[in-house]
């Protein structure tokens, strides 16, 4: 329990020291001057790589268990509706042909 409190007290200070840096650097170009569009596209993948690094990324072991979650179920559901449409298909013929 204590070692988790000290982990997220880490994250929430990194967050904070990143959040000033990205101030910092957002106040550089709002001072109305014009600025060359070389260093508002500088500018934005500076801020994209400081959001990029706010990410909580998940582990090897969670994206692992997310994907297998995900192919099962998309597996599962695939075989379902292949089930349904192919049942439908042999009981709407069946019924055409009694009908006729």
Do not use: H
Not at 29 to 56: D, F, I, M, P
């Amino acid at each position: 329990m204590n070692e988790m409190n000290r982990e997220m007290r880490r994250m929430s200070e990194r967050e904070e020291r990143l959040a000033k840096k990205a101030d910092r650097n957002v106040g550089k170009y709002q001072s109305g001057e014009k600025v060359s569009r070389l260093k508002r596209v500088a500018n934005y993948l500076g801020e994209v790589r400081t959001e990029l690094k706010r990410v909580n990324w998940p582990t090897s072991s969670t994206l692992t268990s997310f994907t297998v979650v995900t192919i099962v179920t998309i597996a599962f559901f695939t075989i379902f509706i292949f089930g349904m449409d192919f049942s439908f298909k042999n009981t709407l013929i069946n019924l055409l042909s009694f009908g006729g």
